[in-house]
C-alpha cells in the first residue's frame, strides 16, 4: 500500500479498514490480509501496527540504486550483476529488511496463526520501529553498514503512475 503524502490524515488506517470489511463480505473464503512494511524506505510499519495487524519477523530484501535515485527491482535486472558493472554504471546494491505482517479476518483464523510456522506477535514491545531499520550496501569488501536511508528519486514513482495509467486507458 502506498498513498501520497497529500492525501488526508488516516488515509492508509481508513483504506484498511474498507479493505477488510469489503474482504470480509466478498470474500469469505480469504481468511487472512497479508502484507510487507518496506523497511529499505524507512517504513517500520506504524499503519499495520496502528490497525492491530499481528507482526511476523522480518527478511533481507535486495534492491538497486541508480546515481539519479531511481530505484530498480532486482528482476528487473534481469539477473545479478556483478559488482563490476555496477560500479561501471554507478548502480548501487542495497538491502534493507522487509517487515512481514498479517490481518485474521475471523476467529478461526486468529486461532491459525497458532499452528504458523512464524511467531506472530500482536504487542507494543514487539512491533518494530525506527531503531529497527537497517540498511546495507554490497562493496568489493562484503556488506557495509549504511547509518541513514539511502534517498530514493520520488521522480520515479510518479513516471511509473503515469506509465501504468497510460496502460490501463489502452487497455479498456
Known amino acids: 500500500m502506498c498513498l501520497i503524502d ?4 488516516n488515509s492508509e488506517s481508513q483504506f484498511l479498514a474498507g479493505v477488510s470489511r ?7 473464503q480469504v481468511r487472512f ?19 492491530n495487524f499481528f507482526y511476523g519477523g522480518y527478511i533481507w530484501t535486495d534492491t538497486y540504486l541508480t546515481q539519479n535515485g531511481e530505484r530498480v527491482h532486482p528482476r528487473t535486472m534481469g539477473s545479478r550483476p556483478s559488482l563490476s ?6 548502480i548501487k546494491h542495497i538491502r534493507g529488511k522487509l517487515f512481514r505482517y498479517i490481518y485474521p ?11 504458523s510456522t512464524a511467531k506472530w ?18 562493496t568489493v569488501h562484503g556488506w557495509r553498514t549504511l547509518k541513514t536511508k539511502p534517498e530514493f528519486n520520488l521522480q520515479f514513482v510518479e513516471a511509473n503512475s503515469r506509465n501504468i495509467e497510460r496502460s490501463q486507458r489502452l487497455a479498456a
Open 6 to 9: 497529500e492525501m488526508p490524515r
Open 22 to 28: 469489503w474482504m470480509k463480505t466478498n470474500l469469505k
Open 33 to 51: 490480509l497479508f502484507t510487507w512494511a518496506d523497511g529499505t524506505v524507512g517504513k517500520p510499519g506504524y499503519v499495520y501496527q496502528a490497525s
Open 85 to 90: 558493472y555496477l560500479s561501471e554504471h554507478r
Open 105 to 115: 479476518l475471523n476467529r478461526q483464523a486468529t486461532k491459525l496463526l497458532d499452528t
Open 121 to 138: 506477535h500482536r504487542a507494543g514491545a514487539a512491533y518494530p520501529k525506527s531503531t529497527s531499520l537497517r540498511w546495507q550496501e554490497k
